[in-house]
Nanobody, 121 residues
């Protein structure tokens, strides 16, 4: 199993919903802080932060997704989720999860393969 494996992306119409999942290895999910986040990257742009959930369950969101997305985690399943609703074209991106601070493998920041989301009108 990869350290971080995102899934759940796909093609959805404007106004639709998707739930993304991020399966983490037990060691990754049980890291000291267990604070995790979702990010997204659109073609030609940098990776942007989307949402964070702390060990205690406190959540924060980027203004662009506030009141539309919900981040939550299932500690028993070592899985992070992002429930997305009222999707629009600006949400089209590849979505990534990571720990906070980002997971490092051999000194390098590790990113999974991401899961693509395409919102069509």
């Amino acid at each position: 199993q990869g350290h971080l494996v995102e899934s759940g992306g796909g093609l959805v119409q404007t106004g639709g919903s998707l739930r993304l999942s991020c399966a983490a290895s037990r060691s990754t999910f049980s890291s000291a802080t267990n604070t995790m986040a979702w990010y997204r990257r659109t073609p030609g742009k940098q990776r942007d932060w989307v949402a964070t959930v702390t060990e205690s369950g406190h959540t924060t969101y980027a203004d662009s997704v506030k009141n539309r997305f919900i981040i939550f985690k299932d500690n028993a399943k070592n899985t992070l989720y992002l429930q997305m609703s009222s999707l629009n074209a600006e949400d089209t991106a590849v979505y990534y999860c990571n720990t906070v601070p980002p997971l490092r493998i051999n000194g390098q920041v590790y990113w999974g393969q991401g899961t693509p989301v395409t919102v069509s009108s």
